[in-house]
């Protein structure tokens, strides 16, 4: 699964998952994944970033304030872990996940690279934005690229860029739209890494 650690693009998820309507399994012992119950997303606060959650019919909730809470949603595959702030049998409101997991649905096969990979890629953000960047992965269709926080923070999912050069020719000269953005848990030289995901366009 992959990390999405823009606040932007979690309040997007969530906010999908709210006009959806759709049934949430939640839990709070992560061992013990078969006490579970169920609920639905029935208030979203973009503004005090809190969501409110209630019991599915015949449901009761039955929850600790001090331990972490998981949910998930079969909508999109996602995983989020978040806190309890208010607790009832029927409600409960929690805060704006800190942590949100996706399902990756890439089913090409993928070309790894690494992260000591010495394959790159020229990226063309705005009209004053451009950066080299490592390639670190790559299929027929994408790229997946190791960029720095301060990348990291100008992009979005859904932005278009261009390639404007690669050490893989088939990337010269493209352009693409960001898919995915995350951080990675591997550390490199004590510094935090992060992804974006590339799909090409033309």
């Given at each position: 699964?992959?990390?999405?650690s823009?606040?932007?693009?979690?309040?997007?998820?969530?906010?999908?998952?709210?006009?959806?309507?759709?049934?949430?399994?939640?839990?709070?012992?992560?061992?013990?994944?078969?006490?579970?119950?169920?609920?639905?997303?029935?208030?979203f606060?973009?503004?005090?970033?809190?969501?409110?959650?209630?019991?599915?019919?015949k449901?009761?909730?039955?929850?600790?304030?001090?331990?972490?809470?998981?949910?998930?949603?079969?909508?999109?595959?996602?995983?989020?872990?978040?806190?309890?702030t208010d607790?009832?049998?029927?409600?409960?409101?929690?805060?704006?996940?800190?942590?949100?997991?996706?399902?990756?649905?890439r089913?090409?096969?993928?070309?790894?690279?690494?992260?000591?990979?010495?394959?790159?890629?020229?990226?063309?953000?705005?009209?004053?934005?451009?950066?080299?960047?490592?390639?670190?992965?790559?299929?027929?269709?994408?790229?997946?690229?190791?960029?720095?926080?301060?990348?990291f923070?100008?992009?979005?999912?859904?932005?278009?860029?261009?390639?404007?050069?690669?050490?893989?020719?088939?990337?010269?000269?493209?352009?693409a739209?960001?898919?995915?953005?995350g951080?990675m848990?591997?550390?490199?030289n004590?510094?935090?890494?992060?992804?974006?995901?590339l799909?090409?366009?033309?």
């Amino acid at each position: 699964m992959v990390d999405i650690s823009n606040s932007a693009n979690v309040k997007k998820i969530l906010k999908d998952l709210f006009k959806s309507k759709k049934s949430l399994r939640i839990w709070q012992s992560i061992d013990e994944t078969r006490n579970y119950c169920y609920g639905t997303i029935v208030k979203f606060s973009q503004m005090n970033e809190s969501i409110e959650m209630c019991a599915t019919d015949k449901e009761q909730f039955s929850f600790d304030e001090n331990i972490n809470l998981y949910f998930h949603s079969h909508f999109k595959d996602t995983l989020f872990k978040t806190t309890i702030t208010d607790n009832g049998p029927d409600k409960i409101i929690i805060k704006r996940p800190s942590f949100v997991k996706i399902r990756d649905v890439r089913t090409e096969e993928r070309k790894s690279f690494g992260l000591q990979s010495y394959q790159s890629a020229n990226l063309q953000i705005t009209a004053k934005i451009n950066s080299k960047v490592k390639i670190v992965d790559s299929s027929s269709t994408g790229i997946g690229l190791i960029v720095n926080k301060y990348l990291f923070d100008k992009l979005n999912e859904g932005d278009i860029i261009t390639i404007t050069d690669s050490t893989l020719p088939e990337f010269k000269n493209r352009t693409a739209v960001v898919r995915n953005l995350g951080t990675m848990d591997k550390m490199l030289n004590n510094q935090l890494l992060f992804r974006c995901g590339l799909e090409i366009l033309s």
